[in-house]
């Protein structure tokens, strides 16, 4: 049986629909992101596993073009907040007014109360507007005032990064980065890409062309079938083993949290859904393991070591046998 056949008749095993679903919403992202494929898929596996997103790169390489491809894809709404250094937590959360009308105080809820949250330049936004995010990201819910408020569900945070070191930037907290499932770069495009965007092919130019390929109804069940994929002790246990080998890594200061050995797994279960596979293998984690493990360490390096660190672990840690 060749690669393309087994890969056929492992699909048939799950609900149908779902895959086709995955598959569909990368193609929609490869319309609009173009040259970039391996930052299409670390944005559809976030999507597919219920988890958040941060897009670090140059400003103009189409890091808000991503998110807002990714939004409409997924039929969700889509609020979209600028960071400057002058937003406010309640700009972001919401805030409570007195009504003259009731003679009471009423929550008017903040963009954050959407199923698709794209917070453009997260880091030009002081540490305490960052912070009113890391209950949203962690609890699905925002508290204002003593009172907890649900947020929609599926819920996607999307938040775009300048480099370090850039003017007007503040750098993001651990536990911030930390909520973040997966990140990516984005890099400028090969001169071949950058002429098609120049012809009005892809990029903006596409967005009013896509259209959903799911409701949101959809996409909680997609996000809840990938959670349930198979996965082996032994695969797991790997997942953990890179996680661990992080935090006795030379020159890391704070490796990797039991937070990212989960979301790893399920990074991974989401991209063996989306290549149509019924199980989790070496191979998932293997994929997932520098998007969803960079960004969370503290290293001595330069920015971005993060990533030479994981793959050094990828290279000492090994995998279990098929």
């Not at 199980?279 to 984690?285: L, M, R, W």
């Not at 994981?310 to 995998?319: P, Y």
Request: hydrophobic content about 40%; aromatic content about 4%.
């Amino acid at each position: 049986m060749t690669t393309t056949e087994e890969e056929a008749a492992r699909s048939a095993t799950l609900p149908a629909g779902y895959v086709e679903v995955a598959r569909a919403l990368h193609a929609n992202l490869r319309q609009v992101l173009l040259g970039v494929p391996s930052a299409v898929t670390v944005a559809v596996v976030a999507a597919l596993s219920g988890g958040h997103l941060l897009i670090e790169d140059v400003p103009g390489v189409g890091k808000t073009v991503l998110a807002r491809g990714l939004a409409a894809s997924l039929g969700a709404g889509l609020s979209r907040v600028q960071g400057h250094p002058d937003l406010l937590p309640t700009d972001v959360t919401g805030v409570s007014t007195f009504s003259q009308d009731t003679r009471t105080w009423e929550f008017r809820p903040g963009p954050v109360f959407a199923h698709v949250l794209l917070l453009d330049e997260l880091n030009r936004t002081p540490p305490r507007t960052q912070s009113a995010l890391l209950e949203a990201m962690e609890e699905e819910q925002v508290t204002v005032d003593g009172r907890s408020w649900p947020l929609p569900n599926p819920h996607l945070v999307i938040a775009t990064q300048n480099p370090t070191g850039q003017l007007g930037t503040y750098p993001l907290v651990e536990s911030q980065l930390d909520r973040f499932s997966l990140s990516t770069p984005l890099g400028y495009p090969d001169a071949e890409t950058e002429t098609s965007l120049t012809l009005h092919h892809g990029g903006r130019e596409a967005l009013p062309s896509l259209r959903p390929v799911c409701t949101t109804a959809d996409w909680q069940r997609v996000i809840a079938l990938a959670r349930r994929l198979p996965i082996a002790a032994e695969v797991a246990a790997y997942a953990v083993a890179l996680c661990r080998a992080t935090r006795q890594a030379a020159g890391v200061r704070l490796g990797a949290s039991p937070r990212a050995s989960i979301t790893l797994v399920r990074s991974a279960q989401a991209h063996a859904l989306l290549y149509g596979r019924d199980f989790v293998s070496p191979a998932d984690i293997q994929a997932m393991a520098v998007p969803s493990l960079s960004h969370r360490l503290v290293t001595d390096g330069q920015p971005g070591a993060g990533a030479a660190v994981v793959h050094e672990v990828l290279h000492t840690v090994g995998a279990p046998r098929p």
